[in-house]
């Protein structure tokens, strides 16, 4: 009798449910079949509220106009063949004189954010999530509803703050004023720049001098929300300025590292420089398009084999040049300008002979791909995070190589005396030439880097040598921490600059303060010790 009992229950539980899903209350359905455009999207939302299968059911057959308005304001979904009631879910006849409903621009706007708001009930987070963020750039206040039931069920911390965010926005616009203090008072800790509009409206003044507003403590709450949301724009730009500069000098340490040995240390005037960086980034693309073909399943880690294949291309391009051109014509300053602004030419058309005229793009890894986001609104992009990182490595890995390594001991001994040096058995000419390289190598990791920020070209380096010879220079001849200091201080220099004077403006800004800096302290930020200084 009990297990009777039992399986009754269940029956009458399995076909609650049913009939509970099987239609929406027909109230809600009745004004989509009437003429008032305001009652129409009312019900839309009210619909999405239901958050059930048969909701997203009516809504899409709403939007692909497979929704019937009867002469007697009954609303009839086509379903294939069948014409079905959408208050009782049966299947009925369409009475002569049913019309298809037509969805207008404002109607369909607001199906398709029901349509996007329903995800917010999805099992899966990222639908969730992007939902959430979607419906908080485009809140409408008739989603109030959704988005209540939605934040009621949400356990997940991040979207419950962006719907928390959406839940303010749309009691904006509330006939209540409770209601709408509370939602400018909530919306105090956001630093999205697309509240301002509507906060600022809260304060104008109508044509009679009367406040939008009428509310004085919405008023006063509206201007302290303000208030703080531009001070949290002041500081996320001021924190993404830092981020870009140091990314930016990051770059600018790349490229200028090598020509801080070659023209440094060396002494020669390497205008082929730029070109350097341009093969260490065809070395880059060379790499991508060989593991698409031969290793599509690990075409993500062709970063990997690029690093040392750009160092190398690179590094034997430079020593090839010293040897055949460059080690002529130490000495002879503008000589060594004229040759290397020749190699320059050579080398920019043998790329273009060889991959042509055109611009080609090196893609980012899945890894470097995306970014993370601090502050609210600031995304900190994966690829300048690992430029960044990359920059750190290969300046510990120079240091190490001129102060820990053999090579390092010649090469100081070279520059600080070369005729002493020779005179100990030093094999000055050997040194010449293994030093081109590193800092020919060096150049080639950079053309790495900046594979990563752009489409790479054969005129890729043109746009770096100039600053790669101001940093040199502002930094001290020679010197690898003035180097650093000199590519930070000049990549924030010019983000921060940019804002009020614009890109070329700032540019030329930082040159006009270098030449000023260069005529007072000529041996730049940091002197060249030794008595090759005399």
Known sequence: MKRMMRMLLALLLASMAYASHAAIDGALIKPLAGDDPDARIAAVNAIAASADEEALKLLKALAEGNLLATPDGDVLLMDGDKTI?????????????????????????AIDAALSGLDLL??????????????????????????????????????????????????????DAREREAAVIALADSADASLKPALAHLLDKTADGAYVEPDE?????????????ESQQSRTEFVGN???????????????????????????INMAHGELLMLGAYATYSCQLLFR??????ADWYLVAAV??????????????ERTVIRWLYGRPLETLLATWGISLVLMQAVRSLFGAQNVEVANPSWMSGGVTVLGSLVLSYNRLVIIAFAIFVVVAVWMILNKTRLGLFLRAVTQNRR?????????GRIDMLTFGLGSGIAGLGGVALSQLGNVGPDLGQGYIVDSFMVVVLGGVGQLAGTIIAALGLGEANKFLEPFAGAVLAKIAILVFIIMFIQKRPQGLFALKGRSVE
């Not at 992007?130 to 206040?141: G, S, T």
């Not at 073909?293 to 690990?298: V, Y």
């Not at 002493?420 to 000055?428: I, K, L, N």
């Open 85 to 109: 009631d959408a208050a009782s879910g049966k299947t009925v006849e369409a009475p002569e004189g049913s019309d298809a409903i037509v969805v207008n621009n404002r109607l369909r706007a």
């Open 122 to 175: 999805s099992s899966s987070r990222d639908k969730r999530l992007a939902a959430a963020r979607a419906l908080q750039r485009d809140v409408q206040p008739e989603s109030g509803p959704l988005i209540d039931k939605a934040l009621a069920r949400e356990t997940d911390a991040e979207i419950k703050a962006v719907l928390k965010g959406a839940q303010a926005r749309a009691h904006l616009v509330s006939s």
């Open 217 to 229: 403590k919405v008023r006063i709450a509206a201007a302290r929300t303000l208030a703080s949301i």
């Open 242 to 268: 830092l981020f870009y500069g140091i990314s930016l000098g990051s770059v600018l340490l790349l490229a200028a590292l090598g020509l801080a040995i070659t023209f440094g240390l060396m002494g020669v």
């Open 293 to 298: 073909k031969f290793l599509p399943a690990h």
């Open 308 to 321: 040392p294949a750009g160092f190398i291309v690179a590094a034997v391009i430079g020593m090839l040049l």
């Open 420 to 428: 002493m040096a020779d005179c100990v058995g030093v094999a000055t």
